[in-house]
């Protein structure tokens, strides 16, 4: 736009032109397609807000009392709509916004330890390469490394491979169906096994913990601890009466 920019100022009329060209460039919310200066619109990211859980540490403990899960959002609404828009409709781009948050809740929050891990590995729960020929990007990994970026801890998801091409754990019927769909499904690269011997785990959601356990099963074979998970978001559960 560099034309119109040279007729403006010809003209004296600068601001006019810089006003046409952010106009014409303005890019639109990946969810509702209002223009916005940002990835996503004021009232999309209000929205995904609003699904923020009230506690980041997950205190029913899900996986096991001494690996504790983060969660930062519930799994319904605006952030359900926007994780599928990420994942199914090549928006890579939320997932770094998104990432913003966990970072700032991650710091910010009492029950992690945060300064205490700044050292700690992350390795994002990994893609089959078949499925991420097909999408183009690992929604975990895209989270990770940006929330990586800003807690400058390191991310290293070359410490975990994902070898067997299973199917979305949604399709499985059964718990022991669940559990032979992700059986041998990781592995630790031989180069890998010996440099860490405590990392954290990223997902984008937590469900069942199928996924997490099978992860946390593989790197326990090669010695390596898994201090705690971090998650986008998880289901919101009724208490039992």
Not at 7 to 27: E, F
Not at 42 to 49: T, V
Not at 72 to 88: F, H, M, N, P, S
């Given at each position: 736009?560099?034309?119109?920019?040279?007729?403006?100022?010809s003209l004296?009329?600068?601001?006019?032109?810089?006003v046409?060209?952010d106009?014409?460039?303005?890019?639109?919310?990946?969810?509702?397609n209002?223009p916005?200066d940002?990835?996503?619109?004021?009232d999309?990211d209000r929205?995904?807000?609003a699904?923020k859980?009230?506690?980041f540490?997950q205190?029913?403990?899900?996986i096991k009392?001494?690996i504790?899960?983060?969660?930062?959002?519930?799994?319904?609404g605006?952030?359900?709509?926007?994780?599928?828009?990420?994942?199914?409709?090549n928006?890579p781009?939320i997932?770094e916004?998104?990432?913003?948050?966990?970072?700032?809740?991650?710091?910010?929050s009492?029950?992690?330890?945060y300064?205490n891990?700044?050292?700690?590995?992350?390795i994002?729960?990994?893609?089959?390469d078949?499925?991420?020929?097909s999408r183009g990007f690992?929604?975990?990994?895209?989270l990770?490394?940006?929330?990586?970026d800003?807690?400058?801890?390191?991310c290293?998801?070359q410490?975990?491979?994902?070898?067997k091409d299973?199917?979305?754990?949604?399709q499985?019927k059964s718990i022991?169906?669940?559990e032979?769909?992700?059986?041998?499904?990781?592995?630790v690269?031989?180069?890998q096994?010996?440099h860490?011997?405590?990392?954290?785990l990223f997902?984008?959601i937590?469900t069942t913990?199928?996924?997490i356990?099978?992860?946390?099963?593989?790197?326990?074979?090669?010695?390596?601890?898994?201090?705690?998970?971090?998650?986008l978001?998880?289901?919101?559960f009724?208490?039992?009466?």
């Amino acid at each position: 736009m560099q034309w119109l920019k040279s007729i403006g100022s010809s003209l004296k009329i600068d601001r006019l032109a810089s006003v046409l060209n952010d106009s014409l460039w303005q890019a639109n919310c990946p969810l509702c397609n209002r223009p916005t200066d940002l990835i996503l619109c004021k009232d999309c990211d209000r929205q995904i807000d609003a699904y923020k859980s009230p506690d980041f540490l997950q205190k029913d403990y899900p996986i096991k009392p001494e690996i504790p899960l983060y969660s930062w959002g519930i799994y319904d609404g605006a952030l359900k709509r926007a994780i599928a828009a990420c994942k199914y409709d090549n928006h890579p781009e939320i997932m770094e916004t998104i990432a913003a948050k966990i970072a700032d809740t991650w710091k910010r929050s009492a029950n992690t330890n945060y300064p205490n891990f700044k050292k700690i590995p992350v390795i994002p729960i990994p893609l089959h390469d078949k499925k991420l020929k097909s999408r183009g990007f690992n929604q975990a990994e895209v989270l990770a490394r940006r929330f990586c970026d800003l807690t400058t801890m390191p991310c290293k998801p070359q410490l975990l491979q994902r070898v067997k091409d299973t199917k979305a754990q949604m399709q499985t019927k059964s718990i022991q169906e669940r559990e032979e769909n992700l059986s041998r499904a990781f592995t630790v690269p031989s180069s890998q096994k010996s440099h860490h011997r405590n990392v954290i785990l990223f997902d984008d959601i937590y469900t069942t913990g199928a996924t997490i356990r099978e992860a946390i099963s593989t790197l326990a074979a090669s010695n390596i601890g898994v201090l705690g998970v971090i998650v986008l978001a998880r289901p919101q559960f009724k208490s039992k009466s």
